[in-house]
């Protein structure tokens, strides 16, 4: 291994750019099981990880633009505010494989049932806010771990 390819396997290690995870799922029933499947994608050299995860979670959000009026000074003032709040109502983590590598140019899937409580929050559309499920999935690498990124769920 010549000093770039060196350099290139610390700067995949660092960013997580060893491997690409991609994540898709069944659209989940609350209180009933459901399929994720995870792929992960070797970019060039073996990428070495010491499990392969799943997060699951669910946010409520909130976004809303007011008008708010008040008085000041004896003037009356209009102030338009915008408002962004989110929680995580719903988390867990699983682990879906143990430690392996991932062979250069190589890709590998998993899949995992998984079940939502049937008491979770469902999920819903209003006008200034909604709940909404997503996945996460990812290899559990030195430095910073290739994933999928946040993926929202459709509800059945």
């Given at each position: 291994m010549g000093l770039f390819d060196k350099v290139k396997s610390m700067k995949?290690?660092?960013?997580g750019g060893g491997a690409k995870v991609f994540a898709q799922a069944e659209a989940p029933v609350l209180g009933?099981?459901?399929?994720?499947?995870?792929?992960?994608?070797?970019t060039?050299?073996?990428v070495k990880?010491?499990?392969?995860?799943?997060?699951?979670r669910g946010i409520e959000y909130i976004d809303m633009h007011?008008?708010?009026s008040f008085s000041h000074d004896g003037q009356s003032h209009n102030k338009s505010v915008h408002i962004k709040k989110s929680t995580t109502t719903f988390e867990q983590e699983f682990n879906v494989a143990p430690a392996g590598v991932l062979p250069g140019s190589a890709?590998?899937?998993?899949t995992i049932d998984v079940q939502l409580p049937e008491n979770a929050m469902p999920s819903f559309r209003g006008r200034y806010a909604r709940h909404?499920?997503?996945?996460?999935?990812?290899?559990?690498c030195f430095g910073?771990?290739?994933d999928s990124g946040w993926i929202e769920l459709h509800m059945q």
């Open positions: 995949d290690a660092v960013t009933q099981p459901f399929t994720v499947t995870i792929t992960a994608s070797s060039g050299a073996d990880y010491d499990r392969v995860y799943l997060k699951v007011d008008n708010v890709t590998e899937g998993w909404y499920y997503a996945i996460f999935a990812g290899l559990d910073n771990d290739p």
